[in-house]
Nanobody, 119 residues
Framework: QVQLVESGGGLVQPGGSLRLSCAASGSTFSIYTMGWYRQAPGKGRELVAT???????NYADSVKGRFTISRDNAKNTVYLQMISLKPEDTAVYYC?????????????WGQGTQVTVSS
């Protein structure tokens, strides 16, 4: 089992920055692919960024060049640095941990943290 706790959300003006953190329980954090997803009101949950156990990253086109995902395996934490925020980035941001063992998929979600971009 992996428990994920997000923090760092809040209200920010357009053009501003925020850094989200996701702290994970468990001693096997380093083998999980970690990701950030978001869900805006009235919309489905969408991928924002992922980072796998080798450190390779993947981003949604809408956030490329503005968001950076990183991980600190010593601290069991994944981060999402967000700059040049836009009103359309407003959403609940969820942390995800997943791992395919070759037999089954382990998939975990945090409770979410609200990000609101507004003047």
């Amino acid at each position: 089992q992996v428990q994920l706790v997000e923090s760092g959300g809040g209200l920010v003006q357009p053009g501003g920055s925020l850094r989200l953190s996701c702290a994970a329980s468990g001693s096997t954090f380093s083998i999980y692919t970690m990701g950030w997803y978001r869900q805006a009101p009235g919309k489905g949950r969408e991928l924002v960024a992922t980072i796998n156990s080798d450190g390779r990253t993947n981003y949604a086109d809408s956030v490329k060049g503005r968001f950076t995902i990183s991980r600190d395996n010593a601290k069991n934490t994944v981060y999402l640095q967000m700059i040049s925020l836009k009103p359309e980035d407003t959403a609940v941001y969820y942390c995800n941990a997943n791992r395919w063992s070759g037999i089954n998929l382990s998939n975990y979600w945090g409770q979410g943290t609200q990000v609101t971009v507004s003047s």
